[in-house]
């Protein structure tokens, strides 16, 4: 007996059951007995391990290398950078016992690892022949403290990576900052179809312990933003607590300048938001694990012809290094298959019928627009792959044009105010103060700065709360 598949809610009628079911259903995630930690099943951590593939080869070819550094931080270390500690201390979560033994020391469970890195990293620099120590790990972190758990988006421990990065100079150092939001940009809107905006972040909202941190922003259809990606420039607010020195050219002792970035799971709730829809997930072709399944469409008598042809297929497309999946169970209707794999957001369909085997054709269906492409077999390679690639920008468009609309340019409070109910972003002009940040918060239902972007025009004015001179352009939003 078929079970029953598919979401019970629209999502623009209750957005966030809507993707508590979407996550369910397509067999993302399952809740564990510890609260706000969620189990990666293979259909989410298969995507996950596609991020990493493509960033992994990306920062690879310049020049960083994997390490992994131990999971557990003294107290003592956490506390060496102050800003540091104080911004991260709501989060830790601390292992005070070992067995039946009360520990000498309480031990911090990763809340990021700039401490215990850059306790090595005074070991190993001691020259500028050392430099640019280039690392970056694939781990996953604690964060205690939150209200509200939602898988991927906010959960107590999650998967990321984090790139950790020494240099001789202040100038490599910044390079390397900006080069690594670049490579989020065009990893999360390339392959994710999810538009950004890059910016720096205010004083307020920058990283603990950063000099600054610049950050990719998107904006989810609830009218939240959600910081996809950060890039740190942390200057020497390390390297002088732990000692980071090297002996430079001019035979001179200098301190050097850090680096920290990073890019989670997170993005794997932003891709379920952005793209899902009625029917379920759907997942951009260059991100998903599987981009085809072939569904055979048997009666009795014709079953063995058909599953040939679909088997042929399926050869074909993966001597292309295409992932395919053949559905030929029996017992469940061609029809309760579409639904599943709609549900979990396969990119394209492949029907094989007896009409398909006659007249040497196949039709594919697009999962994005549900659209049916009938296609000769001698053309399938270019047809399969036009398929992909219209599918793939159409995604994007559709998303950036939600982001472009979803942006307001206001030029008083009152209006700035309306944006926000409205659920968009606010563009306004801004001074830059952090107390007229935390009023425009308490003001404007808890909306804060989401960064100052790069791409600015001349910033003439007055700033929307204060009314004082504006040093820039910025865009406000609530966030998640």
């Keep these: 007996m078929e079970e029953k598949l598919g979401l019970n809610v629209k999502k623009s ?16 995630i399952d809740y564990s007995s510890v609260s706000g930690c969620i189990v990666f099943k293979p259909n989410s951590y298969s995507i996950w391990e596609k991020i990493q593939r493509i960033f992994d080869d990306k920062i690879k070819r310049s020049g960083h290398k994997n390490c992994y550094f131990p999971m557990f931080i003294p107290e003592s270390l956490l506390k060496k950078e102050a800003d540091h500690f104080e911004g991260f201390t709501p989060e830790v979560a601390w292992v005070t016992r070992g067995g039946n033994s009360e520990l000498q020391e309480k031990l911090a469970i990763r809340p990021t690892s700039e401490t215990v890195m850059y306790e090595s990293y005074a070991k190993w620099i001691r020259s500028w022949r050392d430099l640019p120590l280039l690392l970056n ?14 898988p991927f988006l906010r959960t107590r421990e999650f998967l990321w990576q984090e790139g950790h990065t ?12 900006m080069q690594q939001l670049f490579e989020y940009t065009d990893l999360i809107e390339t392959f994710m179809a999810i538009p950004v905006i890059a910016g720096k972040k205010t004083e307020k909202e920058k990283f603990a312990g950063a000099d600054y941190t610049t950050a990719v922003e998107a904006f989810m259809p609830d009218g939240k933003a959600l910081q996809m990606g950060t890039s740190h420039f942390l200057g020497q607010n390390f390297s002088k607590p732990f000692g980071i020195k090297f ?18 799971t997170r993005t794997i709730g932003a891709i379920v938001m952005v793209h899902g829809d009625d029917k379920g997930l759907v997942l951009p072709p260059k991100i998903a694990p599987i981009q085809f399944v072939v569904v055979p469409i048997v009666f009795k008598g014709n079953k063995d012809p058909i599953v040939a042809k679909a088997k042929d297929i399926i050869k074909k497309l993966r001597s292309k290094n295409y992932n395919v999946l053949l559905d030929d169970r029996d017992g469940y209707t061609p029809g309760w298959k579409f639904n599943e794999w709609e549900l979990k957001g396969i990119p394209l369909r ?13 039709v594919i269906v697009r999962r994005d627009t549900n659209e049916k492409i009938e296609i ?8 399969i792959e036009q398929a992909l690639d219209d599918m793939q920008d159409s995604m994007f468009k559709k998303a950036k044009e ?79």
């Excluded at 966030?16 to 397509?26: F, T």
């Design 13 to 28: 009628e209750d957005f966030n059951e809507w993707y508590n079911q979407v996550v369910l259903k397509a067999d993302m």
């Design 137 to 150: 790990q694939w781990n996953s972190v604690v964060r205690w403290e939150f209200k509200h758990a939602k």
């Design 166 to 177: 020494a240099h001789a100079t202040k100038e490599e150092a910044e390079k390397e900052v």
């Design 247 to 264: 002996l430079d050219k001019d035979e001179k002792e200098k301190f050097a300048w850090t680096t920290s970035w990073g890019l989670s």
């Design 350 to 362: 492949i029907e094989i019928g007896p009409k398909e085997v006659e007249a040497d054709k196949l």
């Design 376 to 383: 000769k077999t001698k053309d399938w390679e270019k047809k």
């Design 402 to 480: 939600y982001l472009t609309k979803s942006i307001v340019e206001v030029k008083n409070f009152d209006d700035f105010i309306k944006a926000i109910k409205d659920k968009k972003m606010a563009k306004v002009l801004f001074c830059g103060s952090m107390g007229c940040e935390d009023l425009i918060k308490d003001k404007a239902e808890g909306a804060s700065c989401r960064c100052i972007p790069f791409e600015q025009k001349q910033a003439q004015g007055k700033c929307v709360q204060c009314g004082k001179e504006a040093k820039s352009w910025a865009v406000f939003g609530k966030s998640y």
